[in-house]
């Protein structure tokens, strides 16, 4: 649903309950991506068996809230995508991201 901003439009996105993952390894085993509407989505994630790697549910579609502390309940744009890509890689383990599911508008 588009919304009039003064210079651009922003596009708010519905989504269920948050959730926290932590990940215990140096490589996070997702693929992340910021979308043009400014908010980042998980396109895939490695099934992973091993609590010592990652713990909690993550799933392809899921919506990225929250990397480290850092708020990304609002659309991004490219510099503070940039900047978070280097905070998830260079952060010490645990890595907290919070996730949701994007719930899609049938009435849309």
Do not use: C
Not at 37 to 61: C, E, P
Not at 71 to 89: C, E, G, Q, S, Y
């Amino acid at each position: 649903t588009p919304i009039s901003t003064d210079s651009d439009f922003t596009y708010q996105i519905h989504v269920g309950n948050e959730r926290p993952v932590l990940f215990y390894a140096q490589s996070l085993g997702v693929t992340l991506n910021r979308g043009i509407d400014g908010y980042v989505r998980v396109v895939s994630a490695s099934k992973v068996d091993d609590d010592q790697v990652r713990d909690g549910d993550i799933f392809a579609g899921d919506i990225v809230r929250e990397v480290n502390d850092v708020d990304l309940r609002m659309p991004i744009d490219m510099a503070v995508w940039k900047m978070t890509i280097a905070l998830m890689k260079m952060a010490p383990r645990p890595l907290k991201i919070i996730l949701a599911e994007e719930l899609i508008d049938q009435n849309a």
